[in-house]
């Protein structure tokens, strides 16, 4: 995250570099720095901070891209993918104090991705500027307060030096603003009735307070089923659910829109749903202790979870509180419910993120020598893929990352939660950005604190009576990031460990589409919550629409 060169990205990444032919017996000649004049607009009330991102990509893919989304083939946004990480080119640099008016300006070859801009094939191009004042585009992409600037076309290299002027504020997301297109009809035809049944979590914990030296707040929202009585004298099992990286608490409200939905047609048992915001500024805490982060696992259970049952009327038994969560949720989730499987029944964890360290994604950490960027072999580690089609390696996405902020993305994530403390106060890097050399010393870290299968192997015999026959795991065996690896050898190891667990794996299925049964997106879902009822209510009548 720190380093400023990406020498290793341009070679691995098998970039074509535009050159000046060197005359006769001469050195040859460098291409002309890549510089633009970025202005912080006049209609911007006050000075901002933050970084400063410059986006560009070839006008044919552009307005293709346009074109293809049903549009006319005008250009309205310029901005990076992790799914197609070099079709775009990235340049950043830190500003401080940007007064309206008030002009820096960015050499596009200093932090880049994939390569200098000074390098790029010559061609027309569309070109834009964002100010990213919170730090979090690695985590938000644009964010509310984030400012931009009109999006231009230009001939790259540049004859002059381009203006660009910072002058579109992004306005703030707001939590029950979900468009139509995103609903279905039942989500639709309920959504007022959800949002009266969902209260907002805003507590303040005293340990996270503590670790933090300020007041750190946990967040989220708590879903009462339809007929809900506070004064009623019966009580309901409660799920814990918690989003996958990039969500939040506005995120989250869609989905307590979409399970008030499904409870109301009876598509789905009554139960509280908890929907737990697990974002920070580093990423997501996936509820663990940190040595980085602070002790989430511990407030969420001796803090936030007594509060809420002092609160609403839930099932206060471990048969009665359970655990649910897809890609970084899944992992928080089964985190969870392995560190503490006396307080909840079960998790159903779906396409969690790397839960054996054997399998980071594909790479072994625990290999001598073990690189994240290339096998043994020198070809590369892919790390997104679709339909058996890889668009994007480990590599590509590290330095991409890297150039967007050492702060809130997906790998930097996993340190800030997983890694010992180093000597700067940030988080010890599990890999070197350069080279993608592992640090076996930091991985031993990982594997005592957070490798899941290492613990349940080594441990087995302490956490049989309060865990075995309570997880659940699902994962497509397309997975769009490699994850149903990982999960094979967490079912081997609990299968040589005789222990009772449910692991599936979905054929064909992705990270996006594992939900899907039928025409159903959220079947899977309603089929998971019929599941963790019939636990917490052995005895009850009550049965799925599809069972007499």
């Given at each position: ?7 290793a ?27 633009f ?23 044919k893919?552009?307005e ?10 005008k ?22 104090r940007?007064?309206p ?13 994939p ?10 191009y569309?070109v ?25 076309k ?14 579109e ?25 959800a ?8 507590f ?14 946990m ?20 799920v814990?659910?918690t989003?996958g ?11 307590a829109a ?20 697990q974002?920070s ?6 509820f663990?202790d940190s ?21 609403y ?20 989730t ?34 001598p020598h073990?690189?994240v960027?290339?096998r043994p072999?020198?070809?590369?580690y ?20 890297r150039?967007m ?7 930097a994530?996993?340190?800030?939660v997983?890694?010992p ?7 010890e890097?599990?890999?070197d950005?350069d ?21 349940l ?11 075995d ?5 699902y ?9 149903d ?12 460990l ?5 692991i ?11 939900y899907?049964?039928g ?10 919550s ?12 009550l ?5 007499p």
């Amino acid at each position: 995250m720190r380093h400023r060169h990406l020498t290793a990205a341009l070679l691995g990444c098998g970039l074509l570099f535009s050159a000046v032919a060197p005359a006769r017996d001469s050195a040859p000649v460098a291409p002309a720095p890549s510089f633009f004049h970025v202005q912080l607009g006049s209609a911007v009330a006050r000075p901002e901070s933050g970084r400063l991102l410059l986006f560009a990509i070839a006008a044919k893919d552009a307005e293709a891209g346009a074109k293809e989304h049903g549009g006319d083939g005008k250009v309205e946004a310029v901005d990076t993918s992790p799914f197609f990480p070099t079709q775009t080119a990235v340049a950043a640099r830190e500003v401080s104090r940007l007064a309206p008016g008030q002009a820096v300006d960015v050499d596009a070859d200093e932090i880049a991705f994939p390569q200098p801009w000074s390098r790029l094939p010559a061609g027309d191009y569309y070109v834009q500027a964002v100010l990213d004042v919170h730090h979090d585009y690695n985590y938000h992409g644009r964010d509310g307060g984030d400012v931009l600037s009109k999006v231009v076309k230009l001939h790259l290299p540049a004859a002059g030096m381009p203006d660009l002027t910072l002058s579109e504020i992004v306005p703030a997301r707001k939590a029950w603003d979900i468009p139509k297109r995103y609903m279905s009809e039942t989500t639709l035809k309920h959504f007022d009735e959800a949002r009266e049944h969902t209260k907002a979590i805003d507590f303040v914990s005293p340990v996270l307070s503590a670790f933090w030296g300020r007041p750190i707040h946990m967040r989220g929202w708590v879903m009462l089923p339809p007929g809900y009585n506070h004064s009623a004298g019966a009580t309901y099992p409660t799920v814990y659910f918690t989003h996958g990286f990039g969500g939040d608490t506005d995120t989250l409200a869609g989905s307590a829109a979409m399970v008030y939905g499904a409870t109301a047609e009876k598509q789905m048992p009554p139960m509280i749903w908890v929907f737990l915001d697990q974002s920070s500024p580093t990423g997501t805490t996936e509820f663990a202790d940190s040595v980085n982060n602070g002790p989430w696992g511990r407030a969420l259970t001796t803090e936030l979870i007594p509060q809420l049952e002092k609160t609403y009327r839930m099932d206060a038994r471990p048969n009665g509180r359970f655990l649910q969560g897809h890609s970084s949720g899944g992992w928080a989730t089964l985190w969870l419910q392995t560190r503490y499987p006396k307080i909840f029944g079960g998790t159903w964890s779906t396409s969690p993120d790397p839960s054996d360290f054997h399998d980071f994604t594909g790479p072994d950490l625990y290999a001598p020598h073990a690189n994240v960027y290339h096998r043994p072999d020198g070809t590369a580690y892919p790390l997104v893929r679709d339909k058996g089609k890889v668009l994007a390696t480990f590599q590509q996405f590290a330095q991409l990352e890297r150039v967007m902020g050492p702060y809130g993305g997906q790998l930097a994530s996993f340190e800030w939660v997983f890694s010992p403390k180093g000597k700067d106060g940030r988080p010890e890097p599990m890999f070197d950005r350069d080279t993608g050399d592992v640090d076996p010393t930091v991985v031993d870290y990982w594997r005592d604190h957070y490798d899941i299968a290492y613990r349940l192997q080594h441990h087995w015999a302490q956490l049989k009576p309060y865990l075995d026959g309570k997880i659940h795991l699902y994962v497509g065996t397309a997975d769009t990031f490699y994850l149903d690896g990982a999960a094979h050898k967490l079912k081997a190891v609990l299968d040589g460990l005789h222990a009772k667990s449910d692991i599936r794996f979905i054929p064909g299925r992705t990270h996006f589409d594992l939900y899907r049964v039928g025409n159903d997106r959220q079947g899977l879902l309603k089929q998971i919550s019929w599941q963790m009822y019939d636990v917490a209510r052995p005895h009850s009548k009550l049965r799925p629409p599809s069972q007499p």
